[in-house]
């Protein structure tokens, strides 16, 4: 029985999903987003965890939406950030923490205690990291093009492609695609010969993935997470929390006429005569569509909801491939009071334990062979102390992203002991370097890779959707061949962070998805 | 005017500068080689460090030198003789073993024997490799182009170069495109279940690298296992008759008989710069030569930061080869046997004695070891590729006795503490007792044994921090980025200073591309 026919279908209401409706709607296209949970959102969601504390549940960090988000969905005025700065404290377990500033001179006075020539490289990197991520911002602006069996259409737009690089310059492309294979220990090591500023840039090559910092293409993750106009390391708060991110783009999503719906579990894509013709429900309830676009993950889409009939099995067999089991964990805990940064009294809302690239690399060894990190790389960010609607008066609430930590433990399974270990593991970790923190834990919550697929349906609990090494990445993304958002069924598309160019709130592969629909 | 001793005079007699000499005496330049050691060869010697046992000392086997090559300089007339190694065995902790044997039905009952998914999977596999080889291969024989020049020879061959990927079936490039990204044990996951198999077939990944099978960039590796055989070379995979000496001596005698002169002995000090064009040479003894054109085949620290004066070179292109990584990862140990290593798994004398051996029975023993060099130690239980040259050529050890050729990574260049004696030696325990795990007799039957250390390799072969390939092969020190970005086509920012060393494109192995396309090169510019 159907239950309603549209121009087009959007699987789920995180933030790619509603960047994607908006997109459609806008274009006149009847669309409507089914979403499983009650709200819109995804894994931009702030959840109120204990009375009167509230967390970031998902998604950790909001760096910048892509550019062409904020204008197109008018999104300038509605969009409320507030700089974090300093951007990140790095405890040493040992004297002061590492501060790290936006601005370029605080920066360069902070390093200078650890080292002369670093302070003075550092205006320098800050650039040249600008301008990496400028060329590749240019990269993430499009979809793949077709390189192989390349037909007019595809040389026309590579060679635009190539126009647009070459306006940011042909040598930051060359610079660029050198520093793509490296390892952030090698990006790094061309620049900077303190420890501490080192682990704490490394940080940023491997977060999410199951690589570690002497692995290759992390250089490249540490580029792609950076915004052009901001320094590596540079995140901002979104008043109200992450949940503020979600109701925003539905607001947007409803307001350019897409209708969203909750509690609205799909159960299964419908295929006809090789195409698309829309969606069932798992409560029976049939919506027509000649177009589906799925911002579920590429393992949750290809093999949960549509009968393999109707693929091809070198397809399945590369979707099988795809490498998507999560590294990571998050801690919640609340606090009675915020203990003391060393080495400064100012409100340090950012946190990170990730003082050495031995240090991170040992943390990942432990996840190469099925463990967790006996010391984990950690990121914490202490939003009570940017805003004061996320904790009751004078308490504090911290949530922590915790590496490594696999989804596939080796030996057992993720159950309450376990939850509990790695608890008191990111505790210790953390009192080490914050002494006092653990006699201040009032509560605490633990959301392991299993926790997190559970909750937002994130196969493997893999926060990007998959691992963003770069087989994965670019024409590769989600596999070799269908990185252009269409699926094998005509109609199909992908328009998560499974796709061009990744995991992260940037909203680009909702708005890329979109653009090839609307073609 | 100036003095004019030769035409050209190449620095380092390896194989790749004997190749550069051969052709550019085969063009009929007066061509001088010079040599530090007293003999020629670099890393491909064969020394009697015991007397009456011949080692190969660092290099040991032959594969990817070009058949152009040895078509061109005729080397078998040169003595060139290419014996087949004829198979790949891998002991198991557990007292099996995998066998990889020249007999493809031998292979495929036996890989049947522990998995018979695998063994289907192993023919599909090397079908899609074959392919990709020969989509590699034109990209090898390429002078790499500068891809900022807008001069209409590098458009040309950017051109010829996009219209070769666009060129490649839609499978073949997203094949080729993981390959040059993924890990080696994520690639071979894909296709094969059998851990001491993934093991093996990965390792050739690792080779000279300072990365373990997990580490993302290693795949790519794997293609030059095969790249050989796509030649039409019968068993291509094989030991020089006489050791890799007779590889270098072949190469030095053709070389000779078009007429280049080898001086050996004769260490470089400097390369002479006037008026910002390379005249001549320096030698360590005080002696100048001059040429019209100076070769390097050294590596690149050497090629430009010692042999050179900084204020000679752009500053932009000293940074970039200054952060040329070029890390030493591996070792060599040479044994003289006085019997026989007997395998546990394998007892007795057999046909698996002719062919290789692999120590590497899983990933996970792989990645441990090079988690150990990460850290700045020897790998305690290393990765080892053996072969007994004895049992291949009886000439290499006297009646009855043998030699035996270890391979053995990881040893790092950097470790802790530095290298002496006593770790030398204790790097050389670690490597006999994991084998003796395997071949328990093997500890006293051994007579002799020499170990080489990355240092070793630096101090006597001239190999910068012991990188055997004149720097790593990881993505962004290939093609055009090799040595240096706009750098790569064998001439440097010194007008009549070129290099031809496996610092360039396609570089690593005892290929001899780099010698040969350097030689083309340089003779363009002279306009023969």
Request: glycine content about 10%; proline content about 6%.
């Amino acid at each position: 029985m159907s239950a309603g026919r549209y121009d087009a279908i959007v699987i789920g209401a995180g933030h790619n999903g509603l960047v994607t409706a908006t997109c459609l709607a806008r274009a006149g296209r009847r669309t409507l987003v089914l979403e499983r949970s009650d709200r819109p959102g995804g894994c931009a969601v702030t959840d109120e965890v204990w009375p009167g504390f509230r967390v970031d549940s998902g998604a950790h960090e909001f760096v910048a939406l892509d550019r062409r988000v904020m204008s197109e969905l008018g999104l300038g005025r509605n969009l409320e950030t507030v700089a974090i700065d300093p951007m990140v404290a790095s405890l040493q377990s040992d004297g002061p923490a590492l501060r790290l500033y936006r601005d370029a001179s605080k920066a360069v006075d902070a390093i200078r205690a650890f080292s002369e020539r670093d302070a003075t490289r550092w205006p320098a990197f800050v650039q040249a990291m600008g301008e990496a991520s400028q060329a590749l911002r240019v990269l993430s602006e499009a979809a793949p093009p077709r390189v192989a069996g390349a037909d007019r259409a595809d040389l026309f737009e590579l060679a635009r492609l190539g126009m647009r690089l070459g306006r940011v310059g042909r040598a930051d492309t060359i610079e660029l695609m050198r520093l793509l294979p490296m390892t952030v220990e090698e990006l790094l090591d061309e620049w900077f010969e303190g420890v501490a500023l080192k682990g704490a840039l490394a940080a940023l090559g491997c977060r999410g993935i199951r690589q570690g910092p002497l692995g290759a293409g992390t250089a490249f993750m540490l580029i792609r997470g950076l915004t052009p106009d901001a320094p590596p390391r540079a995140a901002s708060w979104l008043p109200g929390g992450m949940g503020r991110l979600g109701e925003v783009l539905a607001d947007a999503a409803s307001g350019a006429g897409a209708e969203i719906r909750c509690d609205a579990a799909v159960a299964e894509l419908l295929v006809q005569d090789g195409a698309i013709a829309g969606v069932a429900l798992e409560s029976g309830d049939v919506f027509e569509s000649p177009i589906v676009a799925s911002s579920a993950d590429p393992r949750r889409t290809l093999f949960g909801l549509i009968d393999p009939v109707h693929l091809d099995p070198d397809f399945l067999r590369q979707v099988a491939n795809y490498r998507d089991r999560g590294t990571c964990a998050k801690v919640h805990l609340a606090l009675d009071a915020m203990p003391g940064v060393p080495g400064t009294d100012e409100a340090c809302p950012s946190l990170c334990v990730a003082p050495s690239i031995e240090y991170l690399e040992r943390a990942y060894d432990d996840a190469k062979y099925g463990g967790v990190s006996q010391a984990p790389h950690l990121e914490a960010l202490v939003p009570s102390l940017l805003d004061s609607s996320m904790a009751p008066e004078g308490r504090t609430v911290m949530s922590v992203l915790v590496q490594y930590a696999p989804y596939d433990l080796r030996d057992g399974e993720w159950d309450d002991d376990r939850r509990d270990s790695l608890a008191d593991s990111v505790v210790r970790t953390l009192d080490a370097r914050l002494p006092g923190l653990a006699n201040r834990v009032v509560h605490r919550q633990t959301l392991t890779p299993v926790d997190l697929e559970t909750r937002f349906g994130l196969s493997g609990g893999h926060m990007h959707h998959g691992e963003m090494t770069l087989d994965q990445m670019l024409i590769g993304r989600p596999v070799p061949g269908r990185a252009r958002y269409e699926m094998p069924v005509s109609g199909l598309y992908l328009c998560g962070a499974g796709t061009h160019p990744g995991g992260g709130l940037t909203g680009s592969p909702g708005m890329n998805a979109a653009r090839r629909i609307l073609g | 005017m100036s003095r004019q001793d030769y035409d050209a005079i190449i620095v380092g007699g390896g194989h790749n500068g004997l190749i550069t000499s051969a052709y550019l005496g085969r063009a009929g330049l007066k061509t001088l080689v010079l040599e530090r050691r007293h003999l020629v060869g670099g890393a491909a010697v064969t020394e009697e460090i015991n007397p009456g046992f011949k080692y190969s000392v660092a290099s040991y086997v032959v594969s990817l030198l070009r058949p152009e090559i040895i078509r061109d300089l005729d080397l078998p007339r040169h003595g060139l003789e290419i014996l087949p190694l004829e198979s790949t065995v891998t002991p198991l902790p557990d007292g099996d073993y995998l066998g990889r044997w020249a007999d493809h039905d031998q292979t495929r009952r036996e890989l049947y024997r522990h998995s018979p998914r695998d063994a289907d999977a192993y023919d599909d596999f090397g079908t899609l490799m074959y392919q990709l080889a020969w989509a590699v291969k034109p990209i090898l024989a390429m002078v790499p182009p500068d891809p900022l020049s807008m001069s209409p020879s590098d458009l040309r061959t950017m051109l010829r170069l996009g219209k070769h990927v666009r060129g490649l079936g839609e499978k073949q490039f997203h094949a080729l495109y993981k390959l040059m990204t993924m890990s080696s044990a994520d690639f071979l996951d894909e296709w094969f279940e059998f851990e001491p198999l993934k093991a093996t077939m990965s390792a050739s990944g690792i080779i000279g690298t300072f990365l373990g099978p997990r580490s993302p960039g290693t795949a790519y590796v794997l293609l030059h296992h095969y790249m050989g055989e796509i030649d039409g070379a019968f068993r291509a995979w094989g030991m020089a008759k006489g050791g890799n000496g007779a590889v270098s001596e072949s190469i030095a005698s053709a070389a000779r008989e078009h007429g280049a002169e080898i001086r050996l002995e004769a260490p470089v000090d400097q390369i002479i710069v006037r008026g910002g064009k390379a005249v001549g040479v320096a030698l360590e003894n005080g002696d100048e030569l001059y040429a019209r054109t100076v070769v390097s085949g050294v590596d690149p620290k050497r090629t430009f930061l010692d042999l050179m004066d900084e204020g000679d070179l752009p500053a932009e292109f000293v940074d970039a080869i200054r952060r040329f990584r070029i890390r030493g990862s591996s070792g060599k140990v040479n044994l003289s046997l006085s019997e026989l290593p007997d395998f546990t798994c394998l007892p007795g004398r057999g046909p698996h004695h002719r062919g290789a051996f692999s120590i590497s029975p899983s990933i996970e023993y792989l990645e441990r070891a090079y988690d150990d060099a990460k850290y700045g130690d020897f790998s305690r239980r290393p990765y080892m590729d053996i072969i007994i040259p004895s049992m291949i050529d009886p000439g290499m050890a006297p009646p009855g006795r043998h030699v035996m050729s270890i391979f053995v990574q990881y040893a790092p260049f950097d470790i802790n503490g530095g290298w002496d004696d006593a770790k030398r030696e204790a790097f050389g325990d670690a490597v006999i007792n994991t084998l003796a795990e395997y071949a328990p007799n093997l500890p006293e039957a051994i007579i002799h044994r020499q170990v080489m250390t990355p240092m070793d390799m630096q101090e006597v072969m001239g190999l910068t921090e012991g990188n055997i390939f004149h720097g790593e092969l990881s993505l962004h020190q290939l093609f055009f980025y090799r040595p240096a970005p706009a750098w790569s086509d064998y001439r440097t920012p010194v007008r009549g200073y070129y290099q031809c060393g496996s610092g360039t494109h396609p570089g690593g192995g005892v290929c001899g591309a780099s010698g040969r396309l350097a030689a083309l090169e340089i003779l363009k510019d002279l306009g023969r």
